[in-house]
Each structure stands twice: as structure tokens, then as C-alpha cells.
């Protein structure tokens, strides 16, 4: 085996490492605008779908975080390979060709539930699988060395130390892949916005109108330096105002305060939660009311959000969900259908309702959202999620599930909603979801409750 077909081979490892990563970070949601642009954002991004999905991870392992593994594997055995002899780089190099040859037989495995579980392909995973090709047909002419692997004292020094180097190396991304998953929990938190006051952010304030801009004229110093004055003071609040925006944290906390104000200044108005599926204490205090499609990717964000919330509310707040599909076959204020079959999943979390499983039939759609999804569509996801199938397609077509999708859509145009999504609480629409966590704030001290405890 030639140095160069090995140092080739170690250029396939490096590149399927590099593509594993971006797969890493884009599957816990952070950093992903690389993926965005080589895959396309949202619904539309098919290595969105496959991140999102229930085969993207073996247990709380990501499956992007064992191809980081496997090919940091791969480059310390090659790299073995590179620095040993002849007849150690030729069994070196056959080790790696079958390692590289097992990888290709999971990547077939894993594009057959690309391709008819998920119903759509992830650019970078197809990319790793033809890393994975690659390397095997460069590596293809040492085949035949492969059986002499076990014959040499210095091959086998040097395997035990590539397995050890690879334990370690497991050990690592492992850490790293964990570390990701509570920086994606805390960026969904983040969503919500901040519970402890803000930073001080300075408050873009109106030109000066105390004196009247004036005109110098010819020989008149005291006019001409009023001008300067004037104008050196507007410039200083431009540059604060462009300070405001240029510091993503300063901007952040100005947002905040702009929501929370518009918060207090909402009126209150009621809202029909008979009947509506709610998590949290019946009696909770503190009500938010969500009006969610199945198929927004911003509902789902703010799913994700809730769900790291809920634990710490201390059983002061119940979350409500009510369907406001943006789909014209059931939602007549639309003058366009921005998501194909929304109605239909709508439907099917009503039905979910009926029988007690609305909640885990909410996570299977928002764990991996179908695209438009048929009525078969919404039977198979309701029933891995564990409902009754049967029933459930009774349901579907029934008088009464599409009069409360109605009762639904009804009351949020009475409301005016017009986009997804939006939030009440205790009545209070809120205008912007990065003031949640202060609007619970206020509904907590305006009601007398006990502040949660850090």
C-alpha cells in the first residue's frame, strides 16, 4: 500500500469528520447556519427533517456524534499507518478497509430510512456515504493483506494502542455531543427570554426639540455655536441608538423591555379552555393559551421551549393549546396555504384529546413534522405515539372534531390572530415570545404568588 493512497485515505477520514460535525452541531440546533445554507432552513431543509427525526440518535447518542467518533478513529489508524513500516501500513491500511467497509453497509442501511421511514434525504449524511465509498475504493488494493493482520507482534502493539486511542476519542465527542444537547436545551430556554432584569439598555430617544435648530448668519458666533452644539448632541444619541443595536445583548434587553411594556398596556380577554388540552395543574394561576399549527416551525421551537420550562414553574402555570392551522382547507381567513395538511394533523390532535394521549400525539408531529401529510398520514404518527388507530380514523371524519377545529379557528379570528404563534397569558396577548418569562413575572406579582426559589 503507497504512502499516497493511505495519506488520501486520511483525507477522506478528515473531510467525513468535518461534515460529521456540521451534522453535530445541526442536530442539537446550535450553530447550524452552515447546514441552513448547504441544506436549505425549515420544512424545506431536508437534513432538517432527518436531524429531527427518532433515527437520528441511539438513546441520548446522536448518531452525528458516532460518525465524529468513527472518523477520528479512522484518522489515528491511518495515521498509525503513515508512521510505521511497510508490512505494519499494509495491515494497517486492511484494518481501516474493513472498518470503512462496514461504515458503506450502515450508510446503505441508513439511506433506506432516508428514503422510505423519513421520506427525505440529508445532503451531508449522502456526503459522508460517499466519503465512506471513497475510502474504501482507495484503500481497495490492500484486501488481500487483511488476513495477515493477526501474524505480527508490531501490527497487534499497534492496533491495541489505535483501540485505546479510540476509546478515548469516544469518551471525548460523547462529552462534546452532551455538552451540545444542554447548549440546544439552554437556547430554547433562551427563546423565552429572561426571567432577572435586564442589563440597562440606553432608550433611542427623539431629536432634541428643547431649541430649534437655528441658521448661522454671517458673523453671528453665538448662533453658529448653538448650531454645533445642536448637532454634536444629535450625534451622540445616534451613536447610542446604533450602539443599542450593534450589541446583540443591549439590543436583546431593549427588545424585552419594549415587550413587557406592551404587555402591561394589553387588555384582557377571555378565552374558551373548556374541553382545550392543558398541561400543567388544572388550577394553576397563571394561564397561557398557544395557538399553534402542527406544521410551524416556530410552534415547534417554542414547544421545545415549554418543555424545558414547565418543570420550573413550580405548578404555577398551565399551558393550553389551541389549533389555528395556516391551511385553507380549514381555515377560511387564509388567502393562501402556507402549510399543506396542517388541518388535517389539527384534526388529529383533537381526536388525540378524546382519547387522554393528546400530548404525546403533540410531541410525535413536532419530533419530526410530516410534509403534507395525508389522513393515513396522521393514523400512523398517532398510533407509533400509542393512541388507537382505529378509533382515531373514526374520529377524524366525524361532525364533532371538526366543529371544535372550527370552535378553534373561530376564536382566533375573533382574537385576530393572524400567524403562528401566538400567545396568551391570562388573557394578555403577547406580542413578542421573548418577553414570556417577564409577563409570567408580572401575572406572578400582580396575583400575590410566591416568587420561585433559585
Known amino acids: 500500500m503507497s504512502r499516497n493512497r493511505l495519506s488520501l485515505a486520511v483525507l477522506f477520514a478528515c473531510a467525513g469528520a468535518f461534515l460529521s460535525g456540521l451534522l453535530l452541531f445541526d442536530h442539537h440546533g446550535v450553530g447550524s447556519a452552515t447546514v441552513q445554507g448547504l441544506c436549505g432552513a425549515g420544512q424545506e431543509s431536508g437534513c432538517e427533517q432527518v436531524s429531527r427525526s427518532q433515527y437520528s440518535s441511539i438513546g441520548s447518542l446522536s448518531l452525528a456524534a458516532v460518525g465524529v467518533s468513527f472518523y477520528g478513529s479512522m484518522l489515528l489508524l491511518l ?9 505494519v501500513r499494509e495491515s494497517v491500511a486492511g484494518v481501516a478497509l474493513l472498518a470503512f467497509g462496514a461504515a458503506l453497509a450502515v450508510d446503505v442501511l441508513l439511506f433506506g430510512i432516508q428514503a422510505f421511514a423519513i421520506g427525505a434525504y440529508c445532503r451531508l449524511c449522502l456526503a459522508t456515504y460517499a466519503v465512506n465509498l471513497a475510502a474504501v475504493v482507495t484503500l481497495l488494493p490492500v484486501r488481500s493483506k487483511i488476513g495477515a493482520v493477526l501474524a505480527q507482534t508490531e501490527v497487534l502493539r499497534a492496533l491495541s494502542v489505535w483501540v485505546v486511542g479510540s ?12 455538552a451540545l444537547a444542554s447548549a440546544g436545551a439552554r437556547q430554547d430556554t433562551d427563546l423565552l427570554g429572561a426571567s432577572e432584569p435586564a442589563p440597562p439598555a440606553p432608550e433611542p430617544e427623539p431629536p432634541p426639540t428643547a431649541e430649534p435648530l437655528v441658521s448661522a448668519a454671517p458673523g453671528d458666533d453665538g448662533a453658529a455655536a448653538r448650531l454645533e452644539s445642536q448637532l454634536q448632541a444629535a450625534q451622540a444619541r445616534i451613536r447610542e441608538l446604533q450602539a443599542t443595536l450593534d450589541d446583540p445583548q443591549k439590543f436583546q434587553a431593549y427588545q424585552e423591555q419594549k415587550a413587557a411594556e406592551n404587555f402591561e398596556r394589553q387588555p384582557r380577554v377571555e378565552l374558551d379552555l373548556a374541553g382545550v388540552p392543558s398541561k400543567g395543574p388544572a388550577e394553576a394561576p397563571i394561564r397561557v393559551v398557544e395557538f399553534s399549527d402542527f406544521l410551524c416551525p416556530f410552534c415547534r421551537n417554542l414547544a421545545g421551549a415549554f418543555g424545558g420550562f414547565m418543570p420550573q414553574s413550580q405548578g404555577r402555570v398551565a399551558i393550553f393549546f389551541k389549533n389555528y392551522p395556516l391551511d385553507q382547507a380549514c381555515n377560511p381567513v387564509m388567502t393562501r396555504t402556507v402549510h399543506d395538511g396542517a388541518c388535517e394533523l389539527a384534526l388529529g390532535g383533537i381526536c388525540a384529546e378524546e382519547q387522554g394521549k393528546f400530548w404525546p ?15 393515513d398520514d396522521v393514523v400512523r404518527l398517532a398510533t407509533e405515539a400509542g393512541l388507537d388507530g382505529n378509533a382515531l380514523r373514526q374520529c377524524l371524519s366525524s361532525p364533532g372534531a371538526r366543529a371544535k377545529l372550527d370552535g378553534d379557528i373561530t376564536e382566533g379570528r375573533r382574537l385576530e390572530v393572524n400567524s403562528t404563534p401566538t400567545v396568551f397569558v391570562n388573557g394578555k396577548r403577547l406580542e413578542q415570545i421573548g418577553g414570556f418569562l417577564k409577563a409570567i413575572e408580572s401575572e406572578a406579582k400582580r396575583l400575590g404568588l410566591p416568587m420561585p426559589s433559585p
Do not use: C, E, K, M
Open 79 to 87: 495515521a498509525f499507518g503513515l508512521a510505521s513500516s511497510d508490512a
Open 167 to 178: 476509546v478515548v476519542v469516544a469518551f471525548a465527542v460523547g462529552a462534546v455531543d452532551q
Open 361 to 375: 400525539y403533540h410531541d410525535r408531529i413536532f419530533a419530526q413534522p410530516p410534509t403534507n401529510p395525508s389522513n
